[in-house]
């Protein structure tokens, strides 16, 4: 995922530097459930109504996550009437600091049953809506998942893919079982354990399926900043953009710019709810859009300390939408 760069003056401090963010609006968040080693690789996580969809009203709303504070997804009241099925949060795989492959997650909309859609989309029968986004899945058929004593049962009726594909590392075959764990139990709006049943008890991208798969811890799996609206390509208009997402930033603290042509022409502080636990936390911040149409990027990112002197800088997200 390639993010625009743009120059940044010094901040010593993030509190101070973003002295001016708006504050979190939003009240819940979700927390998702612990890790185990067969399906842990990297972690974020959120509070328990986290995977609600942003804007829309309430008796739309849709399957929340586990780990991720309450949002809906980016539609107008006439939009969200007008749409058809269910939207529901999908977990997929994109570049973190240093390029380390991370978590995302997006709102789609899906006709049908909404668990066994959603395992469809993450097993690669469908695409991100984020082109900076993709699943690690080579494309496993999934026959159907449910609700079972306890677990989320995934059923796998072909024999492929019993070892990893080539060009999985055993890394990645652990985060891709992290993108069905989480949007499963986004959708089902619990923190249940996910079993893949397969013929036999057979592994999958080598992994044992014997027992349950369960979330990983939040700050090892999922990217630390995660723009819930607006969404890739929608359309606004008006004097501000309202920017709603969940981070976990030092300090609870980070900026959030709007980017035309490559060239920053907004910059805010946003204040997210804390950042001192294994989740992400929710934040709301206003971009202005004076002067600024057609196409623009929204890019929100974690407070980096140093400046770019150490580590691998910050978590970046981003959305392209287009401003009338």
């Known amino acids: 995922m390639t993010f625009p760069t743009t120059p940044r003056p010094a901040r010593p401090h993030a509190v101070r530097r973003w002295a001016g963010a708006a504050a979190v ?19 974020d996580e959120t509070t328990a109504t986290d995977d609600a969809t942003p804007s829309e009203s309430p008796s739309e709303s849709p399957a929340e996550t586990p780990s991720e504070p309450a949002e809906s997804p980016s539609e107008s009241p006439s939009e969200s009437a007008a749409a058809s099925g269910t939207a529901i949060p999908v977990y997929f795989a994109g570049d973190g ?7 995302f997650r997006e709102f789609q909309r899906v006709e049908g049953d909404p668990l066994t859609e959603a395992a469809r989309l993450v097993a690669g029968g469908g695409q991100p809506t984020d082109p900076d986004y993709r699943t690690l899945w080579p494309g ?14 995934v059923e796998v009726p072909s024999d492929g893919f019993t070892d990893r594909p080539d060009g999985m590392s055993r890394r990645d075959a652990r985060l891709a079982l992290q993108q069905l764990v989480r949007t499963l139990q986004g959708v089902q709006q619990e923190r249940v354990p996910v079993q893949v049943q397969r013929e036999g008890g057979a592994p999958l991208f080598g992994l ?35 920017v709603t997402g969940v981070a976990n930033s030092f300090e609870a603290s980070g900026p959030c710019r709007l980017l ?26 206003d971009l202005p859009l004076d002067g600024v149409s057609g196409e623009v990027v929204v890019q929100c990112e974690t407070d ?21």
């Open 97 to 103: 600091p240093g390029g380390r492959t991370v978590l």
């Open 25 to 43: 609006v939003v009240a819940s968040s979700l927390a998702l459930a612990g890790c185990s080693d067969d399906a842990a690789p990297v972690s």
């Open 260 to 285: 035309e042509d490559g060239e920053e022409v907004a910059l805010e502080g946003y204040q997210s709810e804390g950042w001192m636990e294994d989740r992400l936390f929710p934040f709301e911040v």
């Open 304 to 324: 980096d300390p140093s400046g770019g002197a150490e580590g691998n800088g910050p978590a970046v997200d981003t959305k392209t939408i287009t401003v009338q």
């Open 208 to 242: 044992p399926t014997d027992t349950p798969f369960e979330a990983a811890p939040v700050l090892r799996t999922l990217n630390l900043v995660n723009i819930t609206s607006p969404a890739e390509g929608d359309t606004v208009s008006g004097d501000t953009v309202t």
């Open 140 to 153: 496993v058929e999934i026959a159907s998942v449910q609700a079972t004593d306890g677990v989320l049962l």
